[in-house]
């Protein structure tokens, strides 16, 4: 691992974490549920020779602080959309690529919209969007995201935070059933459980789908208004066996796009960073060598 610095700035009337490492043009690193700033490791191995790689938790998830005392709508793709652009602002960066994954890239498509003059590119691992649309409800989908709503109840972080068995118990599903090559996330998996049983971060990242819910039931109803084309450089590798974002949801990331190109991580589930870590930072290397970000 190279040196990583930690870094904690005041944005929007709370503090942020950043874990950075590296020099160059800078690449923020945006997590997804349920990580922190930590699932980037394998990238900071492999990329901090050629960029500057600043990993920030959003609020309420890992060392940043969570502005709201319990359950919030605060804390949708818009809000933290704006919370990374202030972050930009602080740290004084003008523009900058972004790679992203799960809430991530939910984040980066609206980023890439609000703050289109702050997006040099975008590289997403398994990139849901608009289109899914009823296909979020599909028979076969329903056991696959019961877990959206039950982070909407108000008992939930209460009850999956009740002891360290119920903790380890509840992520321990996430982190095998969800990834391909189950073992995974084996050798931290007791670094993942100590994250989320700090103070705030297991509401903080409930609160994602308590603010995400009215969007999404409009998406699946098909109320909810096409967003524009994202005109920046995209590229989209999702992982094949993905059991909750389905890779044949790819088939809809032309429409929003503008020039994008996707393509199947074929050994990887919903981890992909994380589960074939070579392959990931090969291609995050050559789409931003390609689009001459540097």
């Known amino acids: 691992m190279p040196t990583v610095k930690h870094t904690f700035v005041e944005t929007r009337g709370f503090t942020t974490h950043l874990a950075e490492a590296g020099h160059g043009a ?27 790689l600043i990993a920030p938790d959003f609020r309420g998830f890992g060392d940043s602080e969570n502005p709201a005392s319990g359950p919030s709508d605060q804390a949708g793709p818009d809000i933290l959309a704006d919370d990374i652009a202030a972050l930009m602002d602080r740290l004084g960066i003008a523009k900058a690529g972004f790679v992203g994954h799960d809430v991530g890239a939910f984040v980066m498509q609206r980023l890439a919209l609000r703050h289109p003059d702050r997006v040099a590119g975008l590289f997403f691992f398994n990139c849901g969007t608009h289109g899914v649309g009823a296909r979020w409800r599909d028979p076969a989908q329903i056991n696959e995201i019961w877990y959206q709503t039950f ?32 073992d995974t996330f084996d050798a931290v998996l007791e670094r993942w459980v100590d994250n989320f049983l700090r103070p705030g971060n297991l509401q903080g990242g409930f609160n994602w789908y308590i ?84």
């Open 26 to 52: 800078p690449l923020l690193l945006l997590h997804g549920w349920p990580e922190f700033w930590a699932t980037w490791e394998p990238m900071f191995e492999r990329l901090a020779d050629r960029w500057r």
């Open 151 to 182: 982070h909407q109840m108000p008992f939930a972080s209460a009850i999956v935070g009740a002891s360290r068995e119920t903790c380890r118990a509840y992520f321990r599903h996430f982190l095998t059933h969800w990834c391909h090559r189950k």
């Open 211 to 294: 603010s995400q819910n009215a969007g999404r039931l409009a998406v699946m109803s098909g109320t909810a208004p096409k967003p524009p084309k994202i005109t920046q450089p995209a590229r989209v590798l999702w992982g094949r066996h993905d059991p909750v974002l389905k890779s044949a949801w790819i088939d809809v990331v032309p429409e929003y796009f503008e020039n994008v190109e996707a393509s199947i991580a074929e050994e990887a589930g919903h981890f992909v960073h994380y589960e074939r870590p070579d392959l990931a930072a090969a291609e995050i290397g050559r789409f931003f060598e390609r689009i001459g970000y540097r």
